[in-house]
């Protein structure tokens, strides 16, 4: 079976500069190639920037509650008393520097961009920003109205393994040590024993022989639990896993004639070769939690998938008359023959809008509208999505926290009328969408991170940002997502004039 070209690319740039995701290969649309040419030509300012790429808390909120917790600004049972004045006065100290951090992290560029597109969102981030609560930190699973991020697939195989343990052992807790076995206590995941094996030998460098005896030695596991604890050693030591086998399937891949394909890899090769292929296609995606378990504000079936929209995938910046019919009928519609005829069970689209809000829409969005790839489902036949954060916009439903989808006709109304601006609105084409279950799993296993953060990370505009919506964000939660971040973005030889924000 032979692989494809891109792929070649990827095993052929791995095998010269080591592991990076790059830019280049991503294809993160889905949509025909006629379509593609239509949207081509009619948006010459159509935005192909990769760099991307709430509302004021109310008393009582339990959202400023929960981040007023996760900053630590709540005394433990320990800290009333005698103690509890020492405490405070170091909990006072931590909370300014963290709002210097904070402060010092957003781009100046970044708040400058937000300012100029919605006043009110760059005060409320700001304000947000200067709290003594951070109101970005992650979550333990997804909720409607928070955001995923797509980790990096380091991330992932040592998240995945380390997580998975430790619910093994909180399991153990629970349920006594005597119902439990071995196996139980084993991970599928190899790349995990792999990436400890690897911190090991960045530890202890010695000969085969004395790795297999120090491996169990009491010691030397608690050296290497250490270690771990440091993001930079156990992340090294996962890419260094991921590195590697990209090398032997690349030397493996390439036959004599310098074809590509994989009969020679192992099952074991071809699953690690997905996986990162899949990893390469959904590079640092951004999304917004629209659906989940049943709740949320855009439709889904009653077996109650997750649905998220990607954030910083721009499509184009500036709506034509052929993304205009995308964005409000759905590319069904779209063909070279507008007179053909309709599916019988596709009737009712044609009815949703008529030609004068065709033109009314075209005349509110066509200058300064913005859409984006929200994912690959749905793009053939349900209509696009918009959110803003106008909170009395007719026909809009409130997702969370200032957040709503929907409200299209009068959206157009008040930028036609300057209530609004064009650039408060976002539109999206496409979703992605997961069966029931799927987007907890994928997030206990690493490969999405969850976060509770302001709604300006869902609303504000992802074009041409200085620092990417992606980084800034998991700068702002800090700890090991944070360090990531700081890592992946001094790959990004685009970035090089702003890396130095994140550190």
Not at 47 to 75: C, H, Y
Request: charged letters at 25%; glycine letters at 10%; a negative charge.
């Amino acid at each position: 079976m032979r692989l494809s070209s891109a792929l070649f690319v990827i095993l052929a740039s791995t095998m010269v500069g080591g592991f990076h995701i790059s830019t280049t290969t991503i294809n993160h649309r889905k949509f025909g190639r006629s379509q593609q040419t239509a949207l081509r030509s009619e948006n010459d300012d159509s935005a192909r920037s990769e760099n991307d790429d709430s509302a004021p808390p109310k008393v009582g909120d339990w959202r400023s509650f929960r981040s007023k917790m996760m900053a630590g600004g709540l005394p433990t049972t320990e800290e009333v008393g005698t103690g509890a004045a020492t405490a405070s006065t170091d909990s006072a100290t931590a909370s300014t520097s963290n709002k210097e951090y904070r402060l010092k992290h957003v781009a100046s560029a970044n708040m400058e961009q937000l300012k100029s597109q919605s006043p009110e969102l760059h005060s409320e981030l700001e304000a947000r920003l200067k709290g003594e609560g951070n109101p970005v930190f992650v979550l333990g699973e997804p909720e409607v109205g928070g955001l995923v991020a797509r980790m990096p697939l380091p991330y992932e195989i040592w998240v995945g393994g380390r997580e998975f343990l430790n619910r093994k052992k909180r399991s153990k807790l629970l349920k006594g040590l005597s119902q439990t076995t071995a196996n139980d206590d084993k991970h599928s995941d190899p790349l995990y024993y792999k990436a400890v094996g690897r911190v090991e030998n960045m530890l202890f460098p010695s000969s085969d022989a004395e790795k297999k005896k120090s491996s169990t030695d009491a010691e030397t596991q608690s050296i290497v639990a250490s270690a771990v604890k440091t993001t930079a050693v156990w992340y090294k030591a996962s890419e260094t896993v991921v590195n590697d086998l990209l090398n032997e399937i690349a030397i493996k891949a390439i036959d004599k004639d310098g074809a590509v394909n994989d009969a020679s890899l192992s099952s074991e090769e071809r699953d690690f070769l997905n996986r990162y292929i899949k990893c390469n296609s959904e590079w640092e995606e951004l999304g917004l939690v629209v659906s989940h378990g049943g709740v949320g504000a855009v439709k889904c079936s009653d077996k109650g998938e997750s649905i998220v929209l990607n954030l910083n995938r721009p499509l184009a910046s500036g709506i034509s008359e052929t993304l205009a019919k995308l964005i409000l009928k759905g590319s069904y519609l779209v063909s070279s023959d507008e007179d053909k005829p309709m599916d019988t069970d596709n009737d009712y689209l044609e009815n949703l809008y008529d030609r004068d809000f065709f033109d009314k829409f075209s005349k509110a969005f066509s200058k300064n509208g913005v859409c984006y790839v929200g994912g690959d489902d749905e793009q053939g036949l349900s209509p696009g999505i918009m959110l803003s954060g106008v909170q009395d916009l007719k026909g809009g439903v409130e997702l969370a926290n200032g957040i709503y989808v929907g409200g299209v006709e009068d959206a157009v109304e008040r930028v036609l009328s300057g209530q609004n601006k064009a650039t408060d609105f976002r539109f999206f084409i496409g979703r992605k969408t997961f069966v029931p279950g799927f987007l907890e799993a994928y997030c206990v296993g690493g490969t999405y991170q969850p976060f509770s953060a302001p709604r300006a990370f869902a609303l504000k505009q992802c074009i041409g940002l200085p620092m990417p919506l992606y980084h800034e964000l998991l700068g702002l939660a800090g700890g090991e997502v944070k360090d990531v971040s700081g890592i992946e973005i001094v790959k990004r030889k685009d970035l090089e004039d702003e890396a130095g924000n994140i550190n």
